[in-house]
């Protein structure tokens, strides 16, 4: 059984900031579809093969993909573990906001129900 740990602040703001782009979000989509070559995802863009080496390596540092040597090609697969793991605490932070709107619409509720009882006349006929 794999145990995952809570991302430390440092992770998360690696996963972020590798996430802070149209070009690494594709490029992690295209990785989680099928593993390829960084030769491979740089024919997808219309900028250099360095530019994507350095969008790979973002990715790579902050643990969403694997890059791994076949010969001279360097293949690249996204890390489902640490997706999971920012998965999780994205998880987290809406079951904050969720918990938010819940306490809101709690209080919404009961001032309604406290003016409604304010509104009421009473028996005596005021």
Do not use: C
């Amino acid at each position: 059984m794999v145990v995952q740990r809570e991302l430390s602040e440092a992770e998360v703001d690696r996963v972020f900031h590798a996430l802070a782009t149209s070009t690494r979000r594709d490029i992690l989509r295209r990785t989680i579809e099928r593993e390829q070559s960084v030769s491979d995802l740089a024919s997808e863009y219309d900028m250099s093969f360095a530019a994507v080496q350095k969008h790979v390596a973002v990715l790579e540092a902050a643990d969403l993909i694997i890059k791994r040597a076949e010969g001279r090609e360097r293949l690249v697969r996204a890390n489902p573990e640490m997706i999971a793991r920012a998965r999780a605490l994205l998880a987290r932070y809406e079951e904050l906001w969720r918990s938010r709107i819940a306490r809101l619409d709690d209080l919404l509720a009961e001032t309604a129900s406290t003016q409604n009882k304010n509104n009421e006349p009473n028996e005596q006929g005021d």
